[in-house]
C-alpha cells in the first residue's frame, strides 16, 4: 500500500498479529532459600518487541493464564526468533535466571495448541525442542520415565537429551498462532513508536490545533 505525504512517497508495510497463549509453567527450579520461587516470564521478539506477565509468589508451578500479542512485519522470514524467560524476582538484588525456551516463527503454525515446552540454561534448548516439536512429544515427564526402561527404543528426545547432557529447569504450556491484522482492532498497545522530525515549512495556521 502506498501512502503520500506532500511529494514524498512511501510504502506502508504489511503486518500480522502473532497470538500467545500463555498458561503456566511446572517444575520450575528454587530460586530461593525457602524452597520456592517468585517466578515471571518475559516474551521477546526479534530482540525488539518484549511482554512480560504478572509476578507469582512463592511458586514452583506457577499459573499465568495470560495472553500476549506482538506485531510481525510481512518483511520477516521466518527465521526470527521469540524467546520466554523466566525469571525469579529479588526485592534486594539482580533477578536469577531459572529457564528459557525459543521458537522460530516458521514452527508457530504447528503450535496452535497448548502444550508443554522444555525450558533449558541458556542457550542449551535447539535440539531439545526441535524433537519436541517434530515429534509432538507432549509431557517430558513420562519421557523421563521411559527412559529409566532400558528396553524401550525410539525415544528421539530421549537420545538428545542423554547425548547432549542438556539439563532441563521446568516446562512452559502455551500455544502460538497468527492471526490477520486489523488497523480497527482493539488490542493492548503493542509498544512505542518514537519520531523525531527535524524541519518542517509551509505549515499553515489551519494545520495547526
Not at 504447528?110 to 515446552?117: A, I, T, V
Not at 547425548?163 to 486489523?182: A, D, V, W
Not at 488490542?187 to 515549512?201: D, E, F, M
Request: avoid cysteine.
Amino acid at each position: 500500500m502506498l501512502a503520500s505525504t506532500g511529494s514524498a512517497k512511501y510504502t506502508v508495510p504489511k503486518f500480522k498479529y502473532l497470538k500467545i497463549n500463555l498458561e503456566r509453567a511446572r517444575d520450575l527450579i528454587a530460586a530461593d532459600q525457602d524452597g520456592t520461587s517468585d517466578p515471571y516470564i518475559t516474551a521477546t521478539l526479534a530482540g525488539m518487541q518484549t511482554k512480560k506477565t504478572k509476578l507469582k509468589r512463592r511458586t514452583l508451578n506457577p499459573a499465568y493464564h495470560e495472553e500476549f500479542y506482538f506485531l510481525v512485519p510481512e518483511s520477516y522470514t521466518g527465521n526470527e526468533t521469540i524467546t520466554f524467560v523466566v525469571n525469579d524476582w529479588d526485592k534486594k538484588s539482580k533477578d536469577d535466571f531459572m529457564g528459557e525456551v525459543s521458537f522460530r516463527l516458521k514452527d508457530v503454525q504447528s503450535m496452535k495448541e497448548l502444550r508443554w515446552y522444555p525450558l533449558t540454561e541458556k542457550n542449551q534448548q535447539s535440539q531439545v525442542l526441535q524433537e519436541v516439536i517434530e515429534e509432538g512429544i507432549d509431557n517430558l515427564k513420562e519421557l523421563k520415565a521411559e527412559l529409566q526402561d532400558k528396553t524401550r527404543e525410539g525415544l528421539g528426545l530421549m537420545r538428545v537429551l542423554s547425548k547432549s547432557r542438556t539439563k532441563i529447569t521446568g516446562e512452559l504450556r502455551l500455544s502460538m498462532e497468527y492471526e490477520p491484522y486489523y488497523e480497527d482492532k482493539q488490542l493492548p498497545p503493542i509498544g512505542k513508536l518514537k519520531v523525531h522530525v527535524k524541519s518542517a515549512k509551509n505549515i499553515s495556521l489551519s494545520t495547526m490545533g
